[in-house]
């Protein structure tokens, strides 16, 4: 059986999932709670829905990764800020 099919996802929650799979500071529990699938089968899902050299090099990308894994995190935000990030406006650091 799809994983698609078993947890009613539609082509928009596919691509989500998929894209907060790559990203290196999104844990597998936040897609867990965000659409109800555990990291067992979003791997399986990143399997049938990517090429299968992309799967293999997101594998090897996420694989013991501790920042996929709120338990192993050493910090307790998801999100880095920037030391300069309220100088920035418009996309374009403001002069100093």
Same mark, same amino acid.
């Given at each position: 059986?799809? =994983?698609?099919?078993?947890?009613?996802?539609? #082509?928009? #929650? @596919?691509?989500? =999932? =998929?894209?907060?799979?790559?990203? #290196?500071?999104?844990?597998? #529990?936040? =897609?867990?709670?965000?659409?109800? @699938?555990?990291?067992?089968? @979003?791997?399986?899902?990143?399997?049938?829905?990517?090429?299968?050299?992309?799967?293999?090099?997101?594998?090897?990308? @996420?694989?013991?990764?501790?920042?996929?894994?709120?338990?192993?995190?050493?910090? &307790?935000?998801?999100?880095?800020?920037? &030391?300069?990030?309220?100088?920035? &406006?418009?996309?374009?650091? &403001?002069?100093?």
């Amino acid at each position: 059986m799809k =994983i698609r099919e078993k947890y009613e996802l539609d #082509d928009r #929650d @596919v691509n989500r =999932i =998929i894209e907060m799979a790559w990203e #290196d500071r999104t844990t597998f #529990d936040a =897609i867990k709670e965000q659409f109800g @699938v555990p990291e067992k089968n @979003v791997i399986k899902l990143m399997r049938q829905e990517m090429k299968f050299k992309s799967w293999k090099m997101w594998r090897a990308r @996420v694989q013991n990764r501790a920042t996929k894994h709120a338990k192993k995190r050493t910090f &307790s935000e998801g999100r880095h800020k920037c &030391s300069r990030q309220s100088a920035i &406006s418009n996309n374009k650091i &403001s002069k100093r």
